[in-house]
């Protein structure tokens, strides 16, 4: 098995969009990345070369092009690292370290992968979708927000080609309620193989994991913990896993050994592991 390291370096930004309210596309030139990233993984990064903000920030990578040496983040502007790096201009540059963490796993033939996106976490599915039509696989993207503004890609991921059940809590598209919903609706009305993967808030990663527990399905979710450095040495992104059948969890650093983990395995605040966990950990092992 080859390991390859992520390439550290300064990228310049070749492409600026911005999407509706405090939403960005910025494309940047990374050979490596472009060249070896998969769906799930992400890249820490910060713009120029100042103090300021102290850290850089993980994204998630949205999609690449080896023959271009790009790849493009979906970025929302909620705090100073982000809010810099938006305000880059085509030609200024950032710091950056990638292809990082672990990918999305490949569904077995036949099973329908059903990708579950919660705001700005549908950034990685983009390239999911993309890695399992190239594959010959069968992706449905569910997209869900409060509202319509928080689904700024819904016409980009249409022209696309991804098959799309969006989700507005206040009715304003697609399904009225939480992106669940039409999850669930989904299953029962499709009894086929299928494989549950998440990105989103932590309230809807639960959820997921609960409803691939209620249905005996295998779900992966890519966890959104606090992260100082990408590469597991401060420690800040560690999150309780369970490995095996063993009630006790154990802590694994979301950067290194994630950020996509089995729904299974993953401790959600206030859970107790139940019964049923256990048995589902000790068939898998």
Same mark, same amino acid.
């Given at each position: 098995?080859?390991?390859?390291?992520?390439?550290?370096?300064?990228?310049?930004?070749?492409?600026?969009?911005?999407? #509706?309210?405090?939403?960005?596309?910025?494309?940047?030139?990374?050979?490596?990345?472009? #060249?070896?990233?998969?769906?799930?993984?992400?890249?820490?990064?910060?713009?120029?070369?100042?103090?300021?903000?102290?850290?850089?920030?993980?994204?998630?990578?949205?999609?690449?092009?080896?023959?271009?040496?790009?790849?493009?983040?979906?970025?929302?502007?909620?705090?100073?690292?982000?809010?810099?790096?938006?305000?880059?201009?085509?030609?200024?540059?950032?710091?950056?370290?990638?292809?990082?963490?672990?990918?999305?796993?490949?569904?077995?033939?036949?099973?329908?992968? =059903?990708?579950?996106?919660?705001?700005?976490g549908v950034a990685p599915f983009r390239l999911f979708a993309q890695e399992l039509d190239t594959g010959g696989g069968r992706a449905r993207l569910f997209y869900g927000g409060r509202t319509s503004d928080? =689904?700024? =890609?819904?016409?980009?991921?249409?022209?696309?080609?991804?098959?799309?059940?969006?989700?507005?809590?206040?009715?304003?598209?697609?399904?009225?309620?939480?992106?669940?919903?039409?999850?669930?609706?989904? =299953?029962?009305?499709?009894?086929?193989?299928?494989?549950?993967?998440?990105?989103?808030?932590?309230?809807?990663?639960?959820?997921?994991?609960?409803?691939?527990?209620?249905?005996?399905?295998?779900?992966?979710?890519?966890?959104?913990p606090w992260m100082g450095c990408g590469i597991g040495t401060c420690l800040g992104c560690v999150v309780e896993v369970q490995d095996g059948s063993e009630p006790r969890?154990?802590?694994?650093?979301?950067?290194?050994?994630?950020?996509?983990?089995?729904?299974?395995?993953?401790?959600?605040?206030?859970?107790?592991?139940?019964?049923?966990?256990?048995?589902?950990?000790?068939?898998?092992?």
């Amino acid at each position: 098995m080859i390991v390859r390291m992520p390439a550290n370096r300064m990228v310049p930004v070749v492409a600026r969009d911005r999407l #509706r309210g405090p939403y960005w596309l910025l494309t940047f030139r990374h050979p490596e990345v472009a #060249r070896e990233a998969r769906a799930g993984q992400f890249v820490m990064i910060k713009a120029g070369t100042s103090a300021e903000p102290p850290l850089r920030r993980p994204f998630s990578i949205m999609t690449v092009d080896p023959r271009d040496e790009t790849f493009t983040l979906f970025i929302k502007e909620v705090g100073p690292g982000s809010a810099a790096l938006a305000a880059l201009e085509p030609g200024e540059t950032a710091q950056c370290l990638g292809p990082l963490g672990r990918p999305f796993a490949t569904p077995p033939p036949d099973t329908e992968a =059903l990708l579950v996106a919660g705001g700005y976490g549908v950034a990685p599915f983009r390239l999911f979708a993309q890695e399992l039509d190239t594959g010959g696989g069968r992706a449905r993207l569910f997209y869900g927000g409060r509202t319509s503004d928080d =689904l700024p =890609l819904l016409e980009t991921l249409a022209a696309a080609g991804v098959p799309l059940e969006p989700a507005t809590e206040d009715g304003s598209v697609g399904h009225r309620g939480r992106v669940t919903a039409p999850v669930t609706e989904w =299953l029962e009305a499709h009894p086929g193989p299928a494989r549950l993967y998440a990105c989103g808030p932590e309230a809807m990663l639960h959820a997921v994991a609960r409803l691939a527990e209620e249905r005996n399905l295998e779900a992966e979710v890519s966890l959104d913990p606090w992260m100082g450095c990408g590469i597991g040495t401060c420690l800040g992104c560690v999150v309780e896993v369970q490995d095996g059948s063993e009630p006790r969890a154990r802590y694994r650093c979301a950067c290194t050994e994630g950020p996509v983990f089995d729904a299974a395995r993953v401790r959600w605040p206030g859970e107790e592991a139940s019964l049923a966990r256990r048995a589902a950990l000790e068939a898998r092992r």
